[in-house]
Nanobody, 124 residues
Framework: QFRFVEFGGGLVQPGGSLRLSCAAS????????IGWFRQAPGKEREGVACNSKYGHTIYADSVKGRFTMSRDAAKKRVYLQMASLKTEDTGLYFC??????????????????WGQGTQVTVSS
């Protein structure tokens, strides 16, 4: 079974920017809603953004106006452009796919294919 692979994480100062990439399967990109999640140490996993097959994207309130999600089917990539980063954005970031085309909130159990994650640390 294809597993997503996230990369692009790193250490960045508050106020900085970072772009995460996720290598996804062609099937997922053609048919599925794909989301980004993050998990900080000692906290539950939380949804950050979800992009439907039809191009509609929803964002968590905590990242609205700062994060932008996109997908490129030709490159088999999903991206999360992060700007104005805050220390509270620190965490392990995952991409994941739903088994349906539309986004519907950020219930982790609705997502069936996950990557291993890439670490983002926002610190001065």
């Amino acid at each position: 079974q294809f597993r997503f692979v996230e990369f692009g994480g790193g250490l960045v100062q508050p106020g900085g920017s970072l772009r995460l990439s996720c290598a996804a399967s062609a099937f997922a990109l053609d048919w599925s809603a794909i989301g980004w999640f993050r998990q900080a140490p000692g906290k539950e996993r939380e949804g950050v953004a979800c992009n439907s097959k039809y191009g509609h994207t929803i964002y968590a309130d905590s990242v609205k106006g700062r994060f932008t999600m996109s997908r490129d089917a030709a490159k088999k990539r999903v991206y999360l452009q992060m700007a104005s980063l805050k220390t509270e954005d620190t965490g392990l970031y995952f991409c994941a796919a739903r088994s349906v085309a539309n986004c519907s909130g950020f219930q982790s159990s609705d997502y069936v294919t996950w990557g291993q994650g890439t670490q983002v640390t926002v610190s001065s």
